[in-house]
């Protein structure tokens, strides 16, 4: 009898399935026991941003803040950390040498 791990390393199929969203995956995962999968996975690097030491506060009309929660979700991650990377963008945008004072 042949196991599924070995039937997966001939055909090089993965029997992890393609994931529309992270809901469909965390369905998945909720029913399925990762050691089963251990053959398919591959290790990360993980790269842990340095602590932030000073906080401002920024006040925002609610429309705005609905906009800039919706774009956030949208892409994965929270409003705090989408603003954060806009003004880190932003403001490694100003140090370009084309980048004019009236901008």
Known sequence: MTSQNERHTRNNESRIPRFANR??????????DVS??????????????KNL????????????LEILRQQAHRKGIGP???????????????SSPHTTQSE
Do not use: C
């Open 23 to 32: 809901e469909e995956e965390a369905t998945f995962w909720d029913t399925h």
């Open 36 to 49: 089963d999968y251990w053959d398919e996975l591959k290790p990360v690097q993980l790269k842990v941003s």
């Open 53 to 64: 030491s000073k906080g401002i506060t920024i006040r925002l009309d609610e429309e705005t």
């Open 80 to 94: 705090t950390t989408l603003a954060r990377m806009w003004i880190l963008e932003r403001l490694q945008g100003n």
